[in-house]
């Protein structure tokens, strides 16, 4: 992935102007896990909306696997960039069947898996993926996934993220986006959400950029971690830079670089 001097402004030229990304640059090597972290209205949901087509960049340019998809309409580029939200909901068909949902993951990157009607060796395909999980999911491929939890919040979002993330394991996307992911589960179910999304990435070597308010797991997740602030990357730390690095570290930097505290409470609260 490369982004070359991107910009974005809102409401430009009127007295609710902001500047959302300021000429940003950044460079994805082939498999390579970033963790992005910041403040609110540091850009990093823009950056991710600017990549996945839901707005178009004023300036710059987005080129991935060496094609410019810069003005590549929103629903071309999901057969390329693969994204599992905050709310899983958003993520599947909540109305659709296990088997459908993952039959129109096949359908979404150009395959024709996708039909009416489900036969055996498609459903056994979808099974032997599921099993892998071991949460019995291949037992309920035709239960709607808006009914899986039985009205229990957590447990339908672990289930909806499973099925979100082992889509990549199937169809796999060129770049997969992580926004915030795990923020609505309580820290069991994140943990789980976390060993499988780490498994998923490494096993297929997807080139992932994940958004978390944590900065103890943005600094040992992935190979390595941008933080953002108004509109801009103010540092990007390697994997080998990180290792000698925590938190308090991480905040002494930023504030040698901006001459400001840091002042998110949900993030500093999460790594108490």
Known sequence: LEIKNVSKTFAKDTVNEHKALNNINLTLNDGEFVTIVGSNGAGKSTLFNMICGTFEQDSGSIILDGKDISFMPEHKRARLVGTVFQDPMKGTAPNMTIEENLALAYSRAGSSFFSQAIGKKKREYFQEHLARFDMGLEDRMKTKIGLLSGGQRQAASLLMATITLLMCTIVTPKLLLLDEHTAALDPVTADKVM??????????????????????????????TIMMDSGKIIIDLDSETRKEMNVSDLLKLYREREMKDFDNDRMLLQND
């Not at 780490?198 to 994940?210: G, L, R």
């Not at 900065?215 to 040992?220: I, K």
Request: glycine letters at 4%; charged letters at 15%.
């Open 195 to 224: 060993k499988i999304t780490n498994n998923i990435v490494k096993e297929n070597n997807i080139t992932t950029m994940m958004i978390t308010h944590n900065m103890s797991q943005a600094l040992v997740t992935g190979t390595r």
